[in-house]
């Protein structure tokens, strides 16, 4: 019995080597959650910070499976157009969804190179967005930078291109950056 006992020590300790040497404590992280606690239908709006623009609200839309934020007309101003579902996880993370086309708004590519997608759901990393800041109120609506948990980088609007749209991309987060200030419009949050 005393050698039996041995070899369980031993092989108990092997185990544990082998597990602190291979997969040492701390190197995974957390599994992603799939509860959702909240589900809102909302326009993804920014205020256009291009230069001239006059804070002329623009909306993230799927143009062509290609995210491009659209200017927001008038009667969409007053009566909405949610485009979107803004799933809130449990984990505190959101995942946009466009409505039309049922898929999710994430990053594909290297990090710090990714380019922001529309693809099929499968609540990934790279389709999981977290709230940064403070945000700031404006026209009655709180904006918000939202960072890509994959990638790291936030949600943005870029240059204006032709046909009254402007590019939606993946930069740098900034405190504040006007370009990554983003509000569920037409919603109360």
């Not at 020590?9 to 082998?18: K, P, Q, R, S, T």
């Not at 589900?39 to 995210?67: D, F």
């Not at 039309?100 to 389709?127: E, F, I, K, M």
Request: glycine share 12%; hydrophobic share 40%.
């Amino acid at each position: 019995m005393a050698g039996v006992g041995v070899i369980v020590v031993l092989a108990g300790g092997a185990v544990a080597g082998y597990l602190v040497t291979f997969h040492p404590l701390g190197g995974h992280s957390a599994p992603l959650t799939t509860r959702v606690v909240s589900e809102q239908t909302v326009g993804l709006v920014a205020q256009n910070a291009q230069p001239g623009s006059a804070g002329q609200l623009v909306e993230l839309l799927g143009k062509r499976g290609t995210p491009r934020f659209s200017r927001v007309s008038a009667a969409e101003d007053q009566f909405g157009s949610g485009q979107w579902t803004a799933d809130q996880m449990a984990d505190g993370s959101y995942i946009f969804i466009f409505l039309p086309s049922d898929d999710c708004l994430g990053s594909a590519g290297a990090a710090g190179r990714a380019r922001l997608v529309l693809q099929h759901c499968d609540l990934q990393s790279s389709q999981r967005w977290r709230r940064l800041g403070s945000g700031a109120v404006a026209q009655g609506h709180n904006f918000y930078s939202y960072a890509n948990v994959a990638d790291r980088s936030c949600l943005a609007e870029g240059s204006e291109l032709p046909g009254s749209i402007w590019a939606a991309s993946l930069s740098a987060c900034t405190t504040k950056a006007a370009s990554q200030l983003v509000a569920f419009w037409w919603d109360a949050g």
